[in-house]
């Protein structure tokens, strides 16, 4: 059984810095994961991906600013977030089951809960 479960979101002030954790289970260690997030009134939207090889890639809006990693040895994919604004408070979302970067980017077959990322200006 795949389970995600996302951890690490909370309220922040404009220019701080949050660390995001997607503990991952039953899952292919060739799976591409990725992040993405859905701020009320708006359309999810992909944030960045990890694929198995270890290659990695960022939407523009948060380039420089985020870093995604995962730890093997615990099966978690992260996100350390800084630089934070207001324009990033949104629920964040953990996602995979697609070997195919084409196809991580786009969404995934498999969805944590969720983590509420809430900027203060």
């Known amino acids: 059984q795949v389970r995600l479960r996302e951890s690490g979101g909370g309220m922040v002030q404009s220019g701080g810095s949050l660390r995001l954790s997607c503990a991952a289970s039953?899952?292919?260690?060739?799976?591409?994961m990725a992040w993405f997030r859905q701020a009320p009134g708006s359309e999810r939207e992909w944030v960045a991906a990890?694929?198995?090889?270890?290659?990695?890639s960022y939407a523009d809006f948060v380039k420089g600013r985020f870093v995604i990693s995962k730890d093997n040895a615990k099966n978690t994919l992260y996100v350390q977030m800084n630089s934070l604004t207001p324009e990033d408070t949104a629920m964040y979302y953990c996602?995979?089951?697609?070997?195919?970067?084409?196809?991580?980017?786009?969404?995934?077959?498999?969805w944590g809960q969720g983590t509420q990322v809430t900027v203060s200006s």
């Open positions: 996602a995979t089951g697609y070997y195919e970067y084409t196809n991580c980017v786009q969404g995934g077959r498999y």
């Open positions: 039953g899952i292919s260690s060739g799976y591409c």
């Open positions: 990890r694929n198995s090889g270890g290659s990695t």
